[in-house]
């Protein structure tokens, strides 16, 4: 146990710092660049929207099921099939908080490798969906489709890096550290090596794995830094860190439905190869982990304690992700008196933030809608007007989500 606890602190200690900075710098884009600008650069059926489309999801904070109703609402908002195929798979795979996390654990080679596969991989799905995939709606972005947030901007970055992301991934995160954790105390040294004499059968193994689950871009990073220490070829690890956040069964559904089956099979069959084919890159060229000063700290079962910088990041980011994480969980008990104007209805399919806001962004088109509030964790959706609930479902269901019917525990 002692050595669990030692591990689990040793990891934290190196992640935290990055992680910190990374949360930072997505809440500066998240408030500063406007939501109009994606949206501008990928409404035309060309290859240059699909370059788009990856290099602007590519630093985006935004995992598998969070980029599903945003590359929806992109959808709706006329960007080409190919644009939102290059989005959906390249955006999960990386962010700007999960490119520093793995500098910080797996070193500056993985670092500069996982954009690098998300950019080609979502350029090369985007194209394959504009050459095979027939896009009939495609057209210009029109002035109305971004809500503007209002208030100081810097308590909304403040707000967004710090509570609302932590509230996204925060417990994602935790699971990923833990497992690195356990995995660095319970599984055998040289596990692995089993299948060292065939690294494709690693890579394999890792891919029934990890894509039918949901794995966190950045809560992947200690698990694959334990694997790897545990005779996961590093080629495989890459696999992980591409083909686990970039999908999961929740999301394959929802895409199947919202786009079409074609899309669906080349948006798999895409993610799949080339995080392969990457792999076995990674492999053929012998790119392992170059580890920073820390790096043995890290993942090492007598690992010491981080030093007083670390220490202290470690400490805020521990405080950020129980006050979050808590107030996720208390909301689920709130129950605010019913507004007699508003009407609440059971919506399945939300997990985050952006789930609410996509959520809430699909009803303001809809005729007698005058507010409309959505929680994640309670699963409701609160209407405020005379709208008809049928013209309410077809919002909520067209934006990708499950719409159940008027809530009776309100």
Same mark, same amino acid.
């Given at each position: 146990?002692?050595?669990?606890?030692?591990?689990?602190?040793?990891?934290?200690?190196?992640?935290?710092? %990055?992680?910190?900075?990374?949360?930072?710098?997505?809440? *500066? =884009?998240?408030?500063?660049?406007?939501?109009? +600008? $994606?949206? !501008? $650069? =990928?409404? /035309?059926?060309?290859?240059?929207?699909?370059? $788009?489309?990856?290099?602007?999801?590519?630093?985006?904070? =935004?995992?598998?099921?969070?980029?599903?109703?945003?590359?929806?609402?992109?959808?709706?908002?006329?960007?080409? &099939?190919?644009?939102?195929?290059?989005?959906?798979?390249?955006?999960?795979?990386?962010?700007?908080?999960?490119?520093?996390?793995?500098?910080?654990?797996?070193?500056?080679?993985?670092?500069?490798?996982?954009?690098?596969?998300?950019?080609?991989?979502?350029?090369?799905?985007?194209?394959?969906?504009?050459? +095979?995939?027939?896009?009939?709606?495609?057209?210009?972005?029109?002035?109305?489709?971004?809500?503007?947030?209002?208030?100081? &901007?810097?308590? /909304?970055?403040?707000? %967004?890096?710090?509570?609302?992301?932590?509230?996204?991934?925060?417990?994602?995160?935790?699971?990923?550290?833990?497992?690195?954790?356990?995995?660095?105390?319970?599984?055998?040294?040289?596990?692995?090596?089993?299948?060292?004499?065939?690294?494709?059968?690693?890579?394999?193994?890792?891919?029934?794995?990890?894509?039918?689950? %949901?794995?966190?871009?950045?809560?992947?990073?200690?698990?694959?830094?334990?694997?790897?220490?545990?005779?996961?070829?590093?080629?495989?690890?890459?696999?992980?860190?591409? #083909?686990?956040?970039?999908?999961?069964?929740?999301?394959?559904?929802?895409?199947? !439905? @919202?786009?079409?089956?074609? +899309?669906?099979?080349? $948006?798999?069959?895409?993610?799949?190869?080339?995080? *392969?084919?990457?792999?076995?890159?990674?492999?053929?060229?012998?790119?392992?982990? #170059?580890?920073?000063?820390?790096?043995?700290?890290?993942?090492?079962?007598? #690992?010491?304690?981080?030093?007083?910088? &670390?220490?202290?990041?470690?400490?805020?980011?521990?405080?950020?992700?129980?006050?979050?994480?808590?107030? !996720?969980?208390?909301? /689920?008990?709130?129950?605010?008196?019913?507004?007699?104007? @508003?009407?609440?209805?059971?919506?399945?399919?939300?997990?985050?933030?952006?789930?609410?806001?996509?959520?809430?962004? #699909?009803?303001?088109?809809?005729?007698?809608?005058?507010?409309? &509030?959505?929680?994640?964790?309670?699963?409701?959706?609160?209407? !405020?007007?005379?709208?008809?609930?049928?013209? *309410?479902?077809?919002?909520?269901?067209?934006?990708?989500?499950?719409?159940?019917?008027?809530?009776?525990?309100?």
């Amino acid at each position: 146990m002692n050595g669990f606890f030692r591990s689990l602190l040793a990891v934290t200690g190196e992640m935290s710092p %990055y992680l910190l900075l990374g949360f930072l710098i997505a809440g *500066i =884009l998240h408030v500063f660049v406007p939501g109009r +600008f $994606y949206s !501008k $650069y =990928l409404s /035309r059926n060309n290859r240059l929207s699909v370059l $788009y489309a990856a290099l602007l999801g590519i630093p985006l904070p =935004l995992c598998s099921c969070g980029v599903i109703p945003t590359a929806i609402g992109l959808r709706n908002e006329k960007a080409s &099939k190919g644009a939102v195929a290059s989005f959906l798979i390249a955006t999960p795979q990386t962010g700007i908080d999960s490119i520093l996390a793995t500098f910080s654990v797996l070193g500056l080679g993985f670092a500069i490798i996982r954009p690098v596969a998300a950019l080609v991989t979502g350029v090369c799905g985007g194209l394959l969906v504009n050459r +095979f995939v027939r896009d009939d709606a495609s057209g210009e972005v029109t002035e109305d489709s971004c809500r503007v947030e209002t208030g100081n &901007k810097v308590w /909304r970055v403040l707000r %967004y890096a710090y509570f609302d992301m932590i509230q996204n991934i925060g417990l994602r995160l935790v699971i990923g550290l833990l497992v690195a954790a356990l995995i660095q105390v319970l599984v055998p040294d040289e596990f692995f090596l089993h299948f060292g004499s065939n690294p494709l059968l690693q890579m394999l193994v890792i891919l029934i794995v990890a894509v039918p689950m %949901y794995i966190c871009s950045t809560g992947s990073i200690p698990v694959a830094a334990a694997l790897i220490l545990k005779g996961l070829s590093p080629g495989a690890a890459l696999v992980m860190l591409m #083909a686990g956040p970039a999908v999961n069964l929740a999301s394959i559904l929802v895409v199947r !439905k @919202s786009l079409g089956s074609r +899309f669906t099979v080349i $948006y798999l069959l895409v993610i799949v190869g080339f995080s *392969i084919l990457f792999g076995l890159l990674v492999n053929a060229f012998g790119i392992n982990i #170059a580890p920073m000063a820390g790096q043995d700290a890290c993942c090492a079962s007598e #690992a010491a304690v981080p030093g007083p910088f &670390k220490l202290v990041c470690t400490i805020l980011l521990t405080l950020f992700i129980v006050f979050a994480l808590s107030m !996720k969980f208390f909301s /689920r008990f709130t129950h605010k008196e019913a507004d007699p104007d @508003s009407a609440v209805y059971t919506v399945e399919g939300m997990h985050c933030s952006h789930c609410e806001a996509a959520v809430v962004r #699909a009803l303001e088109s809809v005729e007698g809608v005058e507010s409309a &509030k959505a929680s994640a964790p309670r699963k409701t959706l609160t209407v !405020k007007g005379t709208a008809a609930e049928a013209d *309410i479902r077809a919002a909520v269901e067209k934006a990708g989500y499950t719409f159940k019917g008027k809530n009776t525990n309100k």
